[in-house]
C-alpha cells in the first residue's frame, strides 16, 4: 500500500482537527498555546510532505518559516502570560472578560 | 511497505500525542505528550527526506519551546490538576471533526497536479542541510532576514513584557513618576 | 366711461381700507360715514354707466393689468360693464349703500364697528369684481371675496359660539360648491383655451354635447352652493348669526344671487344644454316649496326670511333653467329690493326687542313701530307677488314661464309656493306686529329705529312697490340685448287672466289665512304640548328634515372620528410606527446579537471556527457538487425519466 | 463681481458664520441681522440682474473638482431657482431678526448662517455631486437647531429627521452614480453636470428604476406620504426659527429637485409614474388635511397642512405641462411664505404662553387683534384665498393637473376644502369664543419685533396674489424651455402625447445621443 | 553536488529592500542608544522614530518615482515585488504611521511611551508591515505579518493596565489560531500548484483549469478565514472591539488603519485573481461576508455605550466596505478602495486623536469605560471646539458630504455601480445610513445634552498637548479640504493601481 500524498494530508487534516479542538475547548491559557503549536505543526507535516511529493524545496523552506514562527509567538505569549500572571495569579481566560457587548 | 509500516505508526503516535495534549486534565501530561507528538513530528519529517527540517524541528521544539513551555508551567504553578469549566462539548468537537471530515473530504480525492514545476527540485545525491541553505540564503534570504527580525521582535517582546518595568503601570498611576524623579534630581 | 367703472368698482375698496385702518381704535362714526359715502359714489357711478348703457353706449371693457400669465394660460383683470353687470352693479351698489347707512344706526353701539365696515365694504368690493369681471377667474376671485367677508360677517360677533360655527359652517360649505366652480373652470379653460367670457361662450358653440354638459354641471355646483340650493343649503339658515344688515346685504339681496348671476353670464353655456337647464329649473322648484315648508313653522323670524330667500333663489333658478334668463335677473332685482327691506324691517324689530327673534314673544308691536310695521307688511306684500309691488310683475312671470313651456308640475310647485309664501311672510307679519302683546311682561321695552334709518331704508320701500310695473320694460328692453329675448305670452287671454287672476286670489288666500290663524288674541305660543306640534309633518318642519342633524350626526361627526382614526390609529401607529419599526429592529437585532460578543475568549474563537467551518461546508458542497457534477446530473436525468 | 455672485451668495455667509465666532456675544444679534441682510440686498440684486426673457442658466460658473471622476464645481440659476434663493435670503434675515431671546444665540445664529450656505448652495447647484453636498450639508444645521433649541422630544426629532433624510438620499446618491455611469457609457467621459445629463436620452426600463432612485430621495424630503411622519416631530419639536426655516425652505428642495432632476431626465418615467405619484400626492392632501384636523396642537396643524400643500406642489409637477410645472414652483414660493409667516405666529403665542395646545386659547381675537389678523390673513393665504399668493400657484397647479385627469383633479381640489375645515377650526379654537384661560387676559398683542417679520411678509403675501406676473415671467420661460426639453426627449408615445410640444410648427428631430 | 551560484549584485535590486531597512535600522538605533543611556525622553525616541519614518516615506516615494518609469520592478530573487499596490500601502502604511505615533507626547504620561522599546517594535512593526506589501510570496507575507503581529500585541500591552493584557492575550490567542489557518491555507495552495508565490499560483490553477477546484475553495476558505480574521470580518471580527477598548485611543486608531492596508493589499493580491477567474462560490461568500460585515457591525455600533467600542465597530464595517471593493474587483474599486482607506485614515486619525486627548488616568464616578457618551455630552458648552472638530470626525464617518470619507464613499459605490453590483452599491448606501445613527449619537451628546456635573471641560483636553492638538488639527484640515485632495490622489491611485495590472 503506497503511502501517497493524500495520506499526508489527511493526517495533517486530522492533526489540525486536533488541535482546533484544543483551541477551542481549553480554558488554560498555557494549554492553549500549546493547542496552537499542533496546529501549526500539524500543517508542517504537510508541508514536508508536499515538499517530498512535488520534489520542491519551498515546502521545507515554508515548514521552516512556521517554525520558527511558532517558536516567536511561544516567547510572546508566555512574556503575556506572564504579565497578567503577576496581576491576577491566574492564567485561566474565563477570568478575562471585564470587556464585552 | 517501511515507509507505510512508518507512516501508520508514527500518525498513530502523533495523534494520540496530541490528543492526550489537548484532553488530558494533568498540565504536566499535556506538556510531556506535546514534546513527544513534537519528535514524532520530526520522524515524518525524516521519513520524506527533509532531514534538515527534522533536525530544527527537534531543535526548536523539543528544546527551546518546550523548555520555555517548562519554565511557564513552573512559573504559573499549573502542576496541579486543571479545573476547566467547560462549554458545550458537543459543539467543539462537532465544529473541530467537521472541519477535518470536510477537509478531508476534498483530500481524499487525488489532486490533478498538472502543470506543476518545482521551483527548487531536490538534487539527487545533495544533502537535504545543503540544499535547504542554497534555497534558504538564495531565494529565502530575504524572509531568512525577516524571520531574524521577528525573533528580534520576540525577543524585546518578551523582555519588556516580562521585565520588572511593567510592575508599576504608569497608565494607572496617578501622578506622573518619571518627572516626579526629575523633580527630584533637578531639585 | 372708464373712470367711472373703476370708481365703481375701487370706491368700496377705499371706504373699506379706511375702515379697516380704523379698525383697532375705538369706535367713530366717521368710519361709517366714509365707506357710506363712497358708497354712494359707487352707486353714483353705476347709475352714470346705467345711464350709459341704457342710453345705447358701447359695453365699457377695460384690462386692468395681467393677473396670471402662464404657458396658455392667460388672465387679466378684466372689468366689464355691459346690461347684466351694470344691473347687478345698481342692486349692489343700491341696497348696499342702504345697508351701510342703516349699519350706522343698527351697529351704534356695538365696540367692533369700525371693523363691521371695513368688512361690510370689503364685501362690496368683493360683490363688485364678482359682478364686474370678464372671465371666470375675476368671477372666481369675487366669488370667493365674498365668502371671505361673508365669513367674517357671520362670524362678526366672534365671541358667540354659535356665530363662529355658522361662520365656519358657511364658509366650508361654499368651499365644497367652490371646488364644482374651480372644475367648471377648468374645463372651460381646457376645452376653449380661455376664460374670457366672451371668447369662451364663442368657443363653447363649437364642443360637444358632453363636455358642455359637464361644464354647466359643474359650473352649477358652484352656484349651488353661493345660494345655496339644496342639499347645499343649510348654511344660509344659520347665517343668521351674524348681524342683520349683514343678512340683508348678503344673505338676500345680493351675494345668494351670485349663483343666479352665474347661470344668467352663462346662459350662452346653458342654452347650448337645455337637460341642465331643466334639471336646474326642477332643483329651483324644489328648493322653492322644500324651503317655503320649512319657513311655515320657524319661530325665527330671520330665519323664516332666509327661507324665504331660499325659496325665491329656487324660483331664479327655476326661471334661468328654463332659459327665461331676463325673468331671473329681473326677479333678483325686484326680490333684492324687497328683501333687503324686510331683513331692515326685521333688524329694527330686533333692535327694539333687545335681539330676540321669537315672533311668539312679540305681538302689537304695531303699536309703536308703525313705521317699520307699514314697511314689513308692503314688503311682505311684494314678496307674495300681490299686483301691482315688485314681485307680481317678476314672480308671475316665472309661473307664466314655467305654464307655457308646460312644465306643469314646475307650474304647479311654484304656484303652491306662491302660497306658502304668502302665508308664511304673513305669520310673522301677524304675530309680530299684531294681535296681543306677549312682549311686555317679557320686559321687553320696544321703540322705533332711529328716524334716519328709516329714511334710509326708504329707497327700498319705495323699489319694492314701483319696481314692478315701472321698470319691466326698460329693463327688459335693455338686458334683451344681451339675453335670449324671450317673451313669454300665455296664447289665449283668457288663460292669461284665469291664471293671473286665480294666483292672485290663491294667494290674498293664504295671506287672510295666517292673518286669521295668527292675529287671534288666543294664539297657543308653541310649547311642544299641541297636537300639531306632535305631527310628523311639524317635526319634519321645525326640524328643517333633520337635514342639519343629518349632517352633523354622520358627515361633520364622521369626519372628525375619521380625522382621529387617521391620525391616531394610521399615522402613528401604522406610518410612524413602521418607521420606529424599522429603526427597532435594527437596534434590537443589535442588542439581541451581541451577546455573540461575550468577552469570552472561549467565544471568541469558536466565532472563527464557526466562520471556518462554514465557509468550508459551502465550499466543499460547491467543490464537490462540480466535482461530481456529471453523476449528479445523471442522476437528476434519471429522476426526470 | 456679478460674474461671481452665486458664489458669494453661496459662501458669504458661510464665512460670515465663521468670522460670526469671534463676535462678542451681545453684538451678535446685530452682527447676524446685518450679514443677513447684506445677502438678502445681494439676493436682489441678483434678481435684478436676472434677465426674465432668458430661460437657460445664468450666472454660470465652472470650476473642475474632481476631473477623473466628472465632478464640477458648476453654480447656476435660472427662474425656476431664482426665487427660492431670494426667500431663503429673505427668511434668513426675518428669522434672524425675530429671534426671541433663546439661549446660545451666537450658536443659533452661526448655524443658521451655516444653514443658509446650504440652502443658497442646493438650488444653485448645477452639479449633481455639488448638490448632493449641500442636500445632506443642510441637514446638519438642522439637526442641530432641533435638537438644542427644540423641546422635550428634540433629539427624537432631530436624529428621526436626520436619518430619514439621509437614508433616502444615499438611495439617491446611488441613483446619481448610475446616471453618471450611464452618461460615462454613452460618452466615455464622467459628468456628474445636470445641464451634460439634461442631453442623455436613456431607454425606459433604466429611467423607471433611476427615477425609483431619486424619488425615495426626494420623497422624503417633500415629505410625501406615506415617507412624512418626521416632518410634525420635527416641526413639533423645533424650536420657531427652525420650522420656519424648515418649511419655507429646506422642503422645496425636493420639490425642486423634482423639476430639476426628475422631470428633464426621465420624461418617460416621469409620465409612467404621474398617477401613481399622483395618486400619493391626493393622499397627501386629503389625508394629512384630516390628520391636521385632528390636531390638539396648533403647530401640528401648521405643520400637517405643509405636507398638504406639498401634495399640491408635487401634483403641479406632475402635471408635466407649463401650466401646472410653474404653478408649483410658484406654489412652492408661496407656501414658504405662508406656512413661514405661520409658524412664526405660532411662534408668537408660544413665546408668551409657553404652550402651542390649541385647548388652553380661546377668544385671542380680542385680546390681541393685531395677531389674530395677520394670522387670519395668513390662514386665508393658506386655504388658498384668491389675491393671495396661495391661491395662485394653487390654481395653476391644479389647471395644470386638469389636463392629465380630470377625476384626480376633482379629488386633489378637495384640498381647498379639507383645508379650509382644519384651518378654520383651528382659527376658532384659538381667536373665537370668550377667553376662558385667565393666563390669556393680558397677553401683549405683536411686538415691534415681531411685526418687522410679518409685515413684509403680510406685504408679499397680497403683494404676489395680485401681482403675481415679476415672479411669474421668469418662472414660466425657464419651465417652457424645461417642458420643451421633456417632450423632445420623450421616447414612448404616451410620454410625448401627455407632455405638450411648445414648438408646435418645428419638427424636431433627436440628435442626442442614445444611451447604449 | 550542487552548483555554486553566481549572480550579480545589480540583478537582485537590493535598493527594493531599502524602504524596510530604513525603520529597520531606526529600531535598533534605538534600541541601541537606550542601552548606552537609558531614561532619555520618548520625545527623543519619537523625533528619531518620525525621521526615520520620514526617510521611509521618501525612500517609497523614490521607489513609486521608479515604478512611474520602470513598471512594477522585481528584487532580491524575485522576493520583492514593488508594484503600485505595494508602493501606495506603503505610503499609507508610513504616512499614517507619522501622524499615529506622535500621539503618545500627550499631555498625561502613560506606560507605553516611557519605553524606549515601544518606538524599537512600532518601527519593527512598520518594517513588517512593508515586507508583507511588497512581496507575493506567501512565506514573507507570513513573516512579515507575523512579525508586525508580535510587535503590536506587545505594543498594546504596553499600555500596562488590566484591559491591555486581556486585549493582548486575546488578539494573540486568536492570531495563533489565524496563523493556523493562513499556513493551512497556503499549505493547500502550495500542494496544488507546488509553489508559494501568488503569481505562480494564479498561473498554475489557470493552466489547469481549475480542475481541482474543490482544493482550491478549501484552500481560499481557510485563507478567507485567516484574513477575514486580520481585516476583522463578520464572524472573524469578535476580536476587534475588545482589543480596541483594551488598548489606548492613539493605539486603537493605528490598528483600524495601518494593519489593514496591508492586509487588504495582500488580500486584493490573492483573491484578485480567483475572483476574475470565475470562482463563483468565492464571490458568493465575499458577498455574504461584507453584507454581513457591513450591516451587523453596524447594529452593534448602535448598541453601544463607549465612543472607543463604537468606533471599533465602525471600522468594522468600513472595513466591510473596502472589502468590497475588492468583491467588485475592478480598477476602479481598487482604486476606491486606496482612495477611501487615505480619506478614513484621515478621519479615524482625527476622531482616535480626539478620544486620546479626552483620555484621564481614572475613570469618571459612574463610568464603566474611558470613553462612554456621557463623557462627551455638553461639550459644546465646555469645549465648543473640541465638540465641533469631533462632530466634524462623525460627519465624516457618517458620509456626509463634503467632507472626506464621502468622496471614499462615492468612488466605491461608484465603482459598485459600475461593475453592475446594483444591489451592493444599495446594501452600501443604506449601511451608510444606519451608520449615521450611531454617528449622530456622539453629535446630540455633545451638541444636544447637558454635561456631566463633575465634567468642567477640562476631561475633554486632559490629555492634550500641542503635538496632539496639530495632529488633530491637520486631521481637520484633511478631513474639511479632502475634495481638493481627491482629485490629484483619484489621478495618483488610479496611475498606480491600473499600471500594477488590478
Same mark, same amino acid.
Given at each position: ?101 | ?187 | ?139 372666481? +376671485? ?130 347650448? +344644454? ?368 | ?13 458661510? !464665512? ?75 427668511? /434668513? ?24 450656505? /446650504? ?182 396643524? !401648521? ?51 409657553? /404652550? ?10 380680542? !385680546? ?149 | ?502
Amino acid at each position: 500500500m503506497e503511502i501517497g500524498l493524500n495520506h499526508y494530508l489527511v493526517l495533517s487534516t486530522i492533526l489540525f482537527a486536533i488541535g482546533l479542538i484544543g483551541v477551542l475547548k481549553r480554558k488554560n491559557l498555557l494549554l492553549l498555546f500549546f493547542a496552537t503549536e499542533i496546529l501549526l505543526n500539524s500543517v508542517n507535516v504537510a508541508f514536508a510532505a508536499i515538499s517530498h511529493y512535488h520534489g520542491d524545496l519551498t515546502g521545507q523552506m515554508f515548514a521552516f518559516f512556521v517554525i520558527a514562527i511558532a517558536a516567536s509567538e511561544v516567547a510572546v505569549g508566555l512574556g503575556l502570560l506572564i504579565v497578567w500572571h503577576k496581576r491576577h495569579s491566574n492564567i485561566d481566560l474565563d477570568q478575562m472578560s471585564s470587556m464585552k457587548g | 511497505m517501511f515507509e507505510a509500516i512508518a507512516f501508520y505508526l508514527f500518525a498513530f503516535l502523533t495523534i494520540t500525542m496530541f490528543y492526550i495534549t489537548v484532553t488530558t486534565s494533568q498540565a504536566l501530561h499535556a506538556l510531556t505528550a506535546l514534546a513527544a507528538g513534537m519528535i514524532f513530528i520530526s520522524a515524518f519529517f525524516f521519513i520524506l527526506g527533509a532531514d534538515f527540517l527534522g533536525a530544527v524541528q527537534i531543535v526548536v521544539y523539543s528544546g527551546a519551546v518546550m523548555a520555555l513551555y517548562a519554565f511557564g508551567m513552573m512559573f504559573f504553578d499549573t502542576t496541579r490538576e486543571l479545573k476547566e469549566k467547560q462549554g458545550n462539548k458537543y459543539i467543539i468537537f462537532g465544529l473541530s471533526v467537521l472541519a477535518a471530515v470536510l477537509v478531508v473530504l476534498i483530500f481524499a480525492a487525488p489532486m490533478v497536479s498538472d502543470n506543476i514545476t518545482a521551483l527548487y527540485p531536490m538534487t539527487e545525491g545533495v544533502g537535504n542541510t545543503q540544499e535547504v541553505g542554497m534555497v534558504l540564503f538564495t531565494k529565502y534570504l530575504v524572509p531568512f532576514e525577516v524571520a531574524a527580525i521577528m525573533l528580534l521582535v520576540a525577543m524585546i517582546s518578551g523582555i519588556v513584557l516580562a521585565s520588572k518595568q511593567m510592575d508599576v503601570s504608569q497608565t494607572l498611576s496617578k501622578d506622573e513618576p518619571i518627572q516626579e524623579s526629575k523633580k527630584g534630581v533637578t531639585s | 366711461m372708464e373712470i367711472y367703472l373703476y370708481i365703481a368698482l375701487f370706491a368700496p375698496f377705499v371706504g373699506s381700507m379706511f375702515a379697516a385702518t380704523l379698525g383697532a381704535s375705538k369706535k367713530t362714526t366717521i368710519a361709517g360715514i366714509i365707506p357710506s359715502l363712497l358708497l354712494f359714489v359707487s352707486f353714483v357711478a353705476s347709475s352714470i354707466l346705467l345711464n350709459h348703457i341704457l342710453s345705447g353706449g358701447e359695453v365699457v371693457h377695460v384690462e386692468m393689468m395681467t393677473w396670471m400669465q402662464t404657458g396658455n394660460l392667460y388672465i387679466p383683470f378684466g372689468f366689464v360693464v355691459d346690461q347684466i353687470s351694470v344691473t347687478m352693479m345698481m342692486v349692489v351698489t343700491l341696497v348696499s349703500t342702504i345697508v351701510h347707512v342703516y349699519a350706522i344706526g343698527y351697529m351704534d353701539h356695538d365696540k367692533a364697528f369700525n371693523r363691521f365696515f371695513a368688512w361690510l365694504s370689503a364685501f362690496v368690493f368683493s360683490m363688485m369684481i364678482l359682478v364686474m369681471s370678464d372671465n371666470f377667474a375675476g368671477l372666481f +376671485i369675487g366669488w370667493e371675496g365674498v365668502g371671505l367677508c361673508s365669513w367674517a360677517l357671520i362670524g362678526f360677533w366672534y365671541h358667540k359660539e354659535s356665530a363662529t360655527w355658522a361662520a365656519n359652517e358657511a364658509f366650508i360649505m361654499n368651499r365644497i360648491a367652490d371646488l364644482g366652480m374651480l372644475i367648471g373652470i377648468f374645463l372651460v379653460f381646457w376645452n376653449t383655451g380661455t376664460l374670457q367670457y366672451a371668447e369662451a361662450f364663442a368657443a363653447m358653440q363649437f364642443l360637444d354635447q358632453e363636455t358642455l354638459t359637464w361644464m354647466g354641471i359643474f359650473l352649477f355646483i358652484g352656484a349651488m352652493g353661493k345660494s345655496a340650493q339644496f342639499p347645499l343649503h343649510t348654511w344660509l339658515a344659520d347665517a343668521m348669526e351674524g348681524p342683520t344688515p349683514v343678512s340683508a346685504l348678503i344673505h338676500a339681496a345680493t351675494m345668494v344671487t351670485a349663483g343666479v348671476y352665474l347661470v344668467v353670464r352663462s346662459n350662452e353655456l346653458y342654452s347650448l +344644454i337645455p337637460h341642465v337647464g331643466l334639471f336646474i329649473a326642477s332643483l329651483g322648484a324644489f328648493v322653492a316649496i322644500f324651503a317655503a315648508s320649512m319657513a311655515l313653522v320657524n319661530r325665527d323670524i330671520k330665519r323664516v326670511i332666509a327661507y324665504s330667500t331660499l325659496s325665491q333663489l329656487g324660483y331664479m333658478f327655476a326661471a334661468a333653467g328654463l332659459g327665461a334668463y331676463w325673468v331671473a335677473l329681473f326677479h333678483l332685482m325686484a326680490h333684492a329690493f324687497f328683501k333687503a327691506l324686510l331683513f331692515l324691517g326685521a333688524g329694527n324689530v330686533m333692535h327694539a326687542m333687545n335681539n330676540e327673534l321669537d315672533p311668539f314673544k312679540m305681538g302689537g308691536l304695531g303699536k309703536t313701530m308703525k313705521t317699520t310695521m307699514i314697511m314689513m307688511t308692503l314688503a311682505s306684500v311684494a314678496l307674495a307677488g300681490i299686483f301691482p309691488l315688485a314681485g307680481f310683475f317678476s314672480k308671475d312671470l316665472i309661473l307664466e314661464v314655467a305654464f307655457v313651456d308646460h312644465h306643469f308640475i314646475i307650474y304647479t310647485v311654484l304656484l303652491f309656493t306662491a302660497g306658502l309664501t304668502a302665508f308664511y311672510s304673513f305669520r310673522i307679519i301677524a304675530l309680530i306686529f299684531h294681535g296681543e302683546d306677549r312682549h311686555t311682561s317679557l320686559g321687553f321695552h320696544p321703540h322705533e329705529a332711529y328716524k334716519f334709518m328709516l329714511v334710509a331704508i326708504s329707497p327700498l320701500l319705495i323699489l319694492a312697490i314701483i319696481a314692478g310695473f315701472t321698470m319691466k320694460g326698460t329693463f327688459f328692453e335693455m338686458v334683451t340685448q344681451l339675453l335670449p329675448a324671450t317673451e313669454y305670452h300665455v296664447h289665449s287671454a283668457l288663460t292669461y287672466w284665469i291664471m293671473t287672476i286665480g294666483t292672485q286670489l290663491f294667494v290674498i288666500l293664504a295671506i287672510f289665512f295666517a292673518y286669521k290663524k295668527y292675529m287671534a288674541s288666543d294664539i297657543k305660543v308653541p310649547d311642544g304640548t299641541s297636537k300639531m306640534e306632535n305631527s310628523f309633518v311639524y317635526k319634519l318642519l321645525i326640524n328643517q328634515y333633520y337635514i342639519p342633524y343629518f349632517y352633523e350626526e354622520y358627515l361633520v361627526k364622521s369626519y372628525r372620528e375619521l380625522s382621529t382614526v387617521f391620525w391616531k390609529q394610521i399615522d402613528q401607529k401604522i406610518v410612524d410606527a413602521t418607521v420606529d419599526g424599522i429603526a427597532g429592529v435594527l437596534y434590537n437585532t443589535g442588542e439581541n446579537t451581541r451577546v455573540m460578543q461575550s468577552g469570552n475568549l472561549s467565544t471568541m474563537l469558536r466565532w472563527v471556527v464557526i466562520g471556518l467551518v462554514t465557509i468550508l461546508s459551502l465550499a466543499v458542497a460547491f467543490g464537490l457538487t462540480v466535482r461530481y457534477l456529471d453523476e449528479i446530473q445523471a442522476i437528476l436525468s434519471g429522476l426526470g425519466a | 463681481m456679478l460674474d461671481n455672485i452665486l458664489s458669494i451668495l453661496i459662501f458669504f455667509p458661510a !464665512v460670515a458664520g465663521i468670522f460670526g465666532f469671534m463676535i462678542q456675544k451681545d453684538s451678535m444679534r446685530a452682527y447676524g441681522v446685518s450679514v443677513a441682510t447684506i445677502e438678502f440686498a445681494l439676493s436682489l440684486w441678483l434678481w435684478f440682474s436676472f434677465d426674465s426673457d432668458a430661460s437657460g442658466m445664468q450666472f454660470m460658473e465652472q470650476v473642475p473638482l474632481i476631473e477623473a471622476f466628472g465632478i464640477s464645481y458648476i453654480v447656476g440659476i435660472d427662474g425656476i431657482s431664482l426665487f427660492i434663493v431670494v426667500l431663503a435670503a429673505f427668511f /434668513t434675515m426675518i428669522g434672524i431678526a425675530s429671534l426671541s431671546d433663546t439661549k446660545n444665540v451666537k450658536n443659533m445664529i452661526i448655524t443658521l448662517l451655516m444653514l443658509q450656505m /446650504t440652502m443658497v448652495g442646493v438650488f444653485v447647484a448645477l452639479d449633481a455631486i455639488l448638490f448632493y453636498v449641500f442636500w445632506e450639508l443642510s441637514l446638519v444645521p438642522m439637526l442641530y437647531i432641533i435638537g438644542a433649541w427644540g423641546g422635550p422630544l428634540r433629539i427624537y426629532a432631530s436624529v428621526k429627521f436626520f436619518l430619514y433624510t439621509f437614508a433616502g438620499s444615499l438611495v439617491m446618491l446611488v441613483g446619481m452614480l448610475f446616471m453618471a455611469y450611464f452618461y460615462y457609457q454613452a460618452t466615455g467621459v464622467w459628468s456628474f453636470a445636470i445641464l451634460d445629463w439634461h442631453r442623455l436620452i436613456l431607454p425606459e426600463n433604466f429611467q423607471l428604476w433611476l427615477f425609483l432612485a431619486f424619488f425615495i430621495g426626494f420623497a422624503v424630503k417633500v415629505p410625501m406620504f406615506p415617507f412624512h411622519t418626521w416632518l410634525p416631530y420635527a416641526h413639533g419639536q423645533a424650536p420657531t426659527i427652525g420650522s420656519v426655516i424648515l418649511a419655507a425652505i429646506l422642503l422645496k428642495m425636493g420639490t425642486y429637485a423634482f423639476i430639476r432632476f426628475s422631470l428633464p431626465l426621465f420624461p418617460d418615467a416621469a409620465t409612467f409614474f404621474m398617477f401613481p405619484i399622483a395618486i400619493l400626492a391626493i393622499i397627501m392632501i386629503v389625508y394629512t388635511a384630516m390628520v391636521a384636523y385632528a390636531q390638539e396642537d396648533i403647530k401640528q396643524v !401648521v405643520a400637517y397642512s405643509s405636507v398638504s400643500h406639498m401634495g399640491v406642489i408635487i401634483l403641479g409637477i406632475f402635471a408635466l405641462n407649463v401650466e401646472g410645472i410653474t404653478g408649483s414652483i410658484f406654489l412652492m414660493i408661496a407656501h414658504g411664505v405662508v406656512s413661514g409667516a405661520l409658524f412664526l405666529l405660532v411662534g408668537v403665542i408660544y413665546d408668551r404662553r409657553h /404652550t402651542k395646545q390649541m385647548s388652553e386659547f380661546g377668544g385671542l381675537a380680542s !385680546v390681541m387683534p393685531r395677531y389674530a389678523t395677520i394670522f387670519g390673513l395668513m390662514l386665508m393665504a393658506s386655504v388658498g384665498m384668491p389675491l393671495t399668493i396661495n391661491f395662485v400657484g394653487e390654481f395653476l397647479s391644479l389647471i395644470g393637473f386638469y389636463q392629465q385627469s380630470h377625476t384626480l383633479t376633482l379629488l386633489a381640489g378637495m384640498a381647498i376644502i379639507v383645508g379650509a375645515i382644519y384651518m378654520l377650526s383651528a382659527y376658532k379654537k384659538m381667536f373665537f369664543g370668550e377667553v376662558t384661560n385667565e393666563k390669556n387676559k393680558n397677553l401683549p398683542d405683536l411686538s415691534k419685533r415681531e411685526l418687522l417679520a410679518l409685515i413684509p411678509l403680510s406685504v408679499i403675501t397680497i403683494w404676489l396674489g395680485i401681482y403675481p406676473k415679476p415672479v411669474l415671467d421668469p418662472i414660466n420661460n425657464s419651465v417652457e424651455s424645461v417642458v420643451q426639453l421633456m417632450h423632445d426627449k420623450s421616447i414612448t408615445d404616451e410620454a410625448k402625447s401627455r407632455i405638450p410640444n411648445l414648438v408646435k410648427d418645428i419638427v424636431i428631430t433627436r440628435t442626442s445621443k442614445e444611451a447604449q | 553536488m550542487l552548483e555554486p551560484i553566481n549572480i550579480s549584485l545589480e540583478s537582485l535590486n537590493l535598493i527594493t529592500l531599502f524602504p524596510m531597512l530604513v525603520p529597520v535600522i531606526g529600531a535598533l538605533l534605538i534600541i541601541l542608544i537606550d542601552i548606552i543611556k537609558g531614561g532619555l525622553d520618548k520625545t527623543l525616541f519619537v523625533a528619531l522614530s518620525i525621521l526615520f519614518l520620514f526617510i521611509d516615506f521618501n525612500a517609497v516615494l523614490s521607489s513609486a518615482s521608479t515604478f512611474v518609469t520602470d513598471g512594477t520592478v522585481m528584487g532580491v530573487f524575485d522576493m520583492m515585488l514593488i508594484d503600485g499596490l505595494a508602493i501606495l500601502a506603503q505610503l499609507i502604511i508610513v504616512g499614517a504611521s507619522v501622524f499615529f505615533l506622535p500621539l503618545v507626547i500627550s499631555g498625561k504620561s502613560f506606560h507605553e511611551s516611557s519605553t524606549p522599546e515601544y518606538f524599537a517594535l512600532f518601527l519593527f512593526m512598520i518594517a513588517g508591515l512593508q515586507f508583507m506589501v511588497a512581496t507575493d510570496s506567501l512565506i514573507l507575507i507570513f513573516v512579515g505579518l507575523e512579525t508586525s503581529s508580535l510587535a503590536i500585541y506587545t505594543l498594546i500591552a504596553m499600555h500596562n493596565r488590566d484591559k491591555s493584557f486581556e486585549a493582548a492575550v486575546k488578539y494573540f490567542s486568536m492570531g495563533a489560531l489565524a496563523a493556523g489557518f493562513y499556513s493551512f491555507g497556503s499549505m493547500v495552495f502550495y500542494a496544488l500548484t507546488g509553489s508559494v508565490e501568488i503569481n505562480q499560483i494564479a498561473s498554475v490553477l489557470a493552466a489547469n483549469n481549475y480542475a481541482d477546484i474543490g482544493f482550491v475553495l478549501v484552500g481560499t476558505a481557510f485563507m478567507l478565514a485567516a484574513f477575514g480574521f486580520k481585516v476583522a470580518l463578520v464572524p472573524f471580527h469578535t476580536w476587534a472591539p475588545d482589543i480596541y477598548e483594551g488598548s489606548s485611543a492613539a493605539m486603537a486608531g493605528f490598528l483600524s488603519i495601518v494593519p489593514k492596508i496591508a492586509l487588504f493589499v495582500v488580500i486584493m493580491r490573492l483573491f484578485e485573481f480567483l475572483i476574475h477567474s470565475g470562482v463563483i462560490w468565492l464571490e458568493i461568500v465575499l458577498y455574504i461576508i461584507v453584507v454581513l460585515t457591513m450591516t451587523m457591525s453596524n447594529m452593534w455600533a448602535l448598541v453601544q455605550t463607549d465612543v472607543k467600542r463604537m468606533l471599533a465597530y465602525s471600522s468594522i464595517s468600513h472595513a466591510g466596505f473596502v472589502m468590497a471593493a475588492i468583491l467588485i474587483g475592478t480598477t476602479q474599486s481598487n482604486t476606491a478602495l486606496f482612495l477611501y482607506w487615505i480619506l478614513f485614515s484621515a478621519t479615524n486619525l482625527g476622531a482616535f486623536g480626539m478620544l486620546w486627548m479626552s483620555r484621564q488616568k481614572e475613570l469618571l464616578a459612574g463610568q464603566s469605560s474611558d470613553h462612554s457618551y456621557e463623557k462627551f455630552s455638553g461639550m459644546i458648552q465646555t469645549n465648543p471646539v473640541a465638540a465641533m472638530i469631533m462632530g466634524l470626525f462623525m460627519l465624516s464617518l457618517a458620509g456626509l458630504p463634503p467632507f472626506a470619507l464621502f468622496w471614499g464613499k462615492l468612488y466605491l459605490i461608484s465603482s459598485a455601480v459600475t461593475a453592475g453590483y446594483t444591489v451592493l452599491a444599495l446594501v452600501m448606501a443604506l449601511n451608510s445610513a444606519i451608520a449615521g445613527y450611531y454617528y449622530i449619537k456622539l453629535i446630540v451628546y455633545m451638541f444636544m445634552k447637558e454635561p456631566l456635573e463633575q465634567n468642567d471641560g477640562t476631561i475633554i483636553v486632559g490629555n492634550s498637548s500641542l503635538v496632539v492638538k496639530s495632529i488633530i488639527g491637520f486631521a481637520t484640515i484633511g478631513t474639511i479640504f479632502a475634495i481638493f485632495a481627491v482629485s490629484p490622489l483619484l489621478e495618483f491611485i488610479t496611475a498606480f493601481v491600473y499600471n500594477s495590472g488590478y
